[in-house]
């Protein structure tokens, strides 16, 4: 029997939203777990993501990374609602412009999956209006590249996107489109061809960074999708967060790293958690991830070595952790 393929969008629509049946699936009880019972910030995960947890571990990595826990509702000093000055930095409603050269666009609020440790979680988002932003963008030369991050641009329809595209390449000065996705991790589906078509169909030179924090994240259902990006010419780079009880070993980071590469995925950075309200349970201390990075230099060869860095607000580009 041919198994039936269903959409991203199918997939999408019945992502898990109820912790309880989440431990049920991958056979764990409430009484295991200490749940956060009313977080702003719900569950959602994907149930093809659900399906790669280890059955029965308390600790599986995945898990660690959705599952909403008493710990993220205690107020600890120093972790706050904006942890990288992102209401500083925007300029028009939806648009980010921290760094020279290149400007985040905030596409939507909506993600395919809701990462416990999210910095944007408690972000101001707005119906994005698009005519101030190209009007913005449009107005600064020195501007070359565009960012679609969000939440995640690709829970956006390919025909508003390939419309934004078209939007942006109209204008002289920009170089290059990047998207900053979970989804070909967390919901491989949503490479399809029509992705493809418009991300490559502009002058826009593209560039797609996804985010995976665990080898055990990748299937081969997800490097398929990876290989697809590749495949037509986009380059892919990762970026990763350091998380207590999910990556905080050298090991779990190298074999990260290697399956990557294996899949035409370049690592790019692994960032010092963000201090935002909720995530303190997952900090690793500076010291700590100076050591892992010691250790994936002597195990792996430099281009499959990504840049610790830790993200100031404020500051003109990201600071590396060394």
């Not at 009484?31 to 093809?48: H, I, N, Y």
Request: aromatic share 6%; charged share 25%; proline share 5%.
């Amino acid at each position: 029997m041919i198994p039936e393929i269903r959409s991203w969008q199918y997939e999408l629509r019945h992502a898990i939203n109820n912790p309880l049946e989440l431990l049920e699936l991958v056979g764990l009880s409430n009484s295991e777990l200490r749940l956060a019972r009313q977080t702003k910030f719900k569950l959602k995960v994907p149930r093809g993501y659900v399906a790669r947890m280890a059955y029965g571990d308390i600790n599986d990595p995945l898990l660690r990374q959705v599952l909403p826990l008493i710990d993220e509702t205690e107020k600890i000093q120093g972790f706050n609602l904006d942890p990288v000055g992102d209401f500083a930095a925007e300029k028009v409603p939806g648009l980010l412009h921290k760094y020279h050269g290149r400007v985040l666009l905030v596409t939507t609020a909506a993600c395919a999956i809701h990462c416990r440790y999210c910095f944007r979680q408690h972000f101001d988002y707005k119906a994005l209006d698009i005519k101030p932003i190209l009007d913005e963008i449009s107005s600064d030369n020195s501007i070359t590249e565009v960012i679609l991050s969000g939440g995640d641009p690709l829970n956006i329809i390919d025909s508003r996107l390939s419309e934004l595209a078209f939007s942006l390449s109209k204008i002289p000065h920009l170089k290059r489109l990047r998207l900053h996705t979970r989804l070909p991790i967390v919901l491989p589906e949503r490479v399809t061809d029509e992705l493809l078509d418009w991300l490559t169909a502009t002058n826009l030179q593209p560039v797609v960074v996804v985010h995976s924090n665990h080898a055990n994240e990748i299937d081969k259902q997800v490097c398929l999708a990876l290989e697809k990006l590749a495949d037509a010419g986009i380059t892919v780079l990762n970026q990763s967060v350091l998380l207590r009880g999910v990556n905080d070993n050298a090991s779990d980071l190298i074999e990260l790293n290697e399956k990557l590469f294996s899949c035409r995925v370049l690592p790019y950075y692994l960032h010092v958690l963000d201090k935002v309200q909720g995530a303190a349970h997952f900090e690793v201390a500076a010291e700590t991830a100076v050591a892992l990075l010691e250790q994936m230099r002597k195990a792996l060869p430099g281009y499959l070595v990504p840049r610790l860095v830790r993200e100031v607000a404020g500051m003109e580009f990201k600071s590396p952790v060394t």
